[in-house]
């Protein structure tokens, strides 16, 4: 990132501040006569000028004010933002089914943020409780699979090679004597390992039933809840712009999208926050995501966080999914 003195850095922040809290693009004058900047009208504007060339603000065309780009936002983000702690009056949530603590999370982001709350739900670790194989014909298998909360699940698997029922038989036996339980990353590596020393029968069709449950596993979830998409109606960058709403609304309705970009997050410790326009991850020049992870028993098994416009209180936005994070935790975990 781009070096800046510290008067630079100084104006960068104040603009980015001022801007944040007005929605109004910010003057040369305006920044001059602001608390801590003893500068010249003409000195600001210098510095305004430098940090428009390095892409950091930008001027709207209608006006003689500047913006933040999405590098500005960057920067300030990652240097320059200064988390005050508030006091929240953050209810609790209670410990019930995954689901409904999970809902109560997004409605806790939107209405703490007033813009929308997303959760990813829980990924199901474990794979089965139960599986077993029917011969079919020549080469066709059924596939039953149990999941852990009672979920049957079937799917036709065509094998390479006839196998007999006895063999099916045979393969389940050893499937639910092994791996019960187990999550399919484990089962996976288990797999690696033990592939060499098993028939090959056994080993085609363990595979495959790997395959169909991880597959009917993460279609048969809810994966994201969301909370509050009404609340970007009465943001003002938007409400002049209904274009832009509109692909905001899209971004909700593709929860695909939503998903790829609460995964990535999953990736990372700590509060994350991804600034529209700057990457392929949010491609809405005027949406950020603050999000975080939240776990079970010390496992990372899930992502949260807010969406709103780029213009957004960032140290308020940062403490909100951090705290609702915790209590998501707190509310899944069997202490």
Same mark, same amino acid.
């Given at each position: 990132m781009t070096m800046l003195d510290d008067r630079a850095k100084l104006l960068l922040k104040t603009l980015v501040e001022r801007y944040i809290a007005d929605g109004q693009p910010v003057g040369s004058r305006t920044l001059s006569k602001a608390n801590g900047i003893e500068l010249s009208p003409a000195t600001v504007r210098n510095v305004m000028a430098d940090l428009e060339e390095l892409g950091l603000i930008v001027s709207p065309h209608t006006s003689a004010g500047r913006?933040?780009? &999405?590098?500005?936002?960057?920067?300030?983000?990652?240097?320059?933002l200064t988390v005050n702690r508030e006091n929240f009056n953050t209810p609790s949530l209670a410990p019930e089914q995954p689901q409904k603590v999970?809902?109560?999370? &997004? /409605?806790?982001?939107? /209405?703490?943020? /007033?813009?929308?709350?997303?959760?990813?739900?829980?990924?199901?670790?474990?794979?089965?409780?139960?599986i077993e194989f029917l011969r079919l014909s020549?080469?066709?298998? =059924?596939? %039953?699979?149990?999941?852990?909360?009672?979920?049957? #699940? /079937?799917?036709? %698997?065509?094998?390479?090679?006839? %196998?007999? #029922?006895?063999?099916l038989i045979e393969a389940s036996n050893y499937l639910n004597t092994h791996f019960v339980g187990m999550g399919i990353e484990q089962v996976r590596e288990r797999l690696q390992a033990e592939v060499e020393t098993l028939r090959s029968e056994i080993a085609s069709l363990m595979q495959a039933a790997v395959q169909v449950s991880s597959e009917a596993l993460s279609q048969s979830q809810d994966e994201v809840v969301i909370s509050g998409e009404r609340n970007l109606l009465s943001?003002?960058?938007?409400?002049?712009?209904?274009? #832009?709403?509109?692909? &905001?609304?899209?971004?909700?309705e593709q929860k695909a999208q939503l998903m790829r970009l609460l995964d990535i997050s999953s990736q990372a410790e700590g509060v994350r926050i991804y600034i529209g326009g700057e990457s392929q991850v949010v491609p809405f020049e005027e949406l950020s995501v603050v999000s975080a992870n939240y776990e079970v028993d010390g496992q990372v098994v899930g992502t949260l966080g807010v969406i709103g416009p780029?213009?957004?209180?960032y140290d308020r936005m940062i403490q909100?999914?951090? %705290?609702?994070?915790? =209590?998501?935790?707190? &509310?899944?975990?069997?202490?």
């Open positions: 913006i933040p780009t &999405a590098r500005g936002y960057r920067l300030f983000v990652d240097t320059m999970i809902a109560s999370a &997004a /409605n806790l982001l939107s /209405n703490l943020s /007033n813009f929308v709350g997303v959760v990813m739900a829980p990924r199901r670790g474990s794979v089965f409780r139960h020549e080469k066709r298998v =059924l596939v %039953i699979i149990v999941s852990p909360d009672g979920d049957v #699940q /079937n799917r036709v %698997i065509f094998t390479d090679t006839d %196998i007999t #029922q006895p063999q943001v003002s960058d938007f409400s002049s712009d209904m274009g #832009q709403l509109r692909r &905001a609304f899209d971004l909700f780029t213009r957004m209180p909100i999914v951090d %705290i609702t994070a915790k =209590l998501v935790s707190n &509310a899944l975990s069997h202490k």
